[in-house]
């Protein structure tokens, strides 16, 4: 009876662990400005909510970091340039709230989605460890089309590379 017991335990544990491993993990974030975005895992990268379709730059970044803030120009430009086709997402990890945030993204004048690092540390978290991301910023991810990481890069591109990146992905 007891080895009968310890079967179906060891069972069931097994069972629950694998679904477990097989189940999507999402989060659910939301910008400066309060839209809501669900990102869900996938063994090539993530699913975000409203960016099916587009190629995406998802830029960790600080407000108080130089070449992040040399950086802003170039996305605001590419924004414009590929409306509907790129989306943008910053997540700021140098502490700013989202009201604090807010005068930050007018006063810069950008015009994409910018997320709080300090109210989305799980969202933070989640891609440090998947990305084996160390904290250096601008830290960008760039997803093509169907959501598949394709790039990784911790540093400063110049816009020209950033252009070329997205040129490559939106084939």
């Known amino acids: ?18 679904q ?13 400005d309060g839209k809501s975005y669900t ?14 379709g587009k190629v995406v730059f998802l830029e960790f970044f600080g ?4 070449p992040c803030l040399m950086t802003i120009p170039h996305l605001i430009d590419m924004q414009k340039k ?3 086709k790129l989306a943008v997402m910053a997540v700021e990890v140098q502490g700013y709230s989202n009201s604090q945030l807010k005068r930050f993204v007018k006063q810069k004048g950008i015009n994409y989605t910018v997320i709080s690092g300090e109210q989305e540390r799980l969202f933070v978290s989640y891609i440090a460890q998947r990305a ?6 601008p830290f ?14 911790a540093g400063l591109l ?3 590379s950033l252009e070329d990146l997205f040129q490559q992905l939106s084939k």
Do not use: N
């Open 63 to 66: 407000h108080k970091c130089p």
């Open 82 to 84: 590929h409306k509907g």
């Open 20 to 32: 477990a491993q097989t189940k999507k993990r999402s989060l659910h974030i939301k910008d400066i």
């Open 132 to 137: 084996q991301w160390d904290g250096s910023i």
């Open 140 to 153: 960008l991810i760039a997803l093509d089309t169907k959501g598949d990481v394709q790039f990784i890069q």
């Open 158 to 160: 110049p816009e020209s």
């Open 39 to 52: 990102v869900s895992g996938t063994p090539e990268g993530l699913k975000i909510s409203g960016m099916k």
């Open 1 to 18: 009876m007891k080895k009968l017991l310890t079967v179906v335990l060891l069972t069931l544990a097994l069972v629950s662990t694998t």
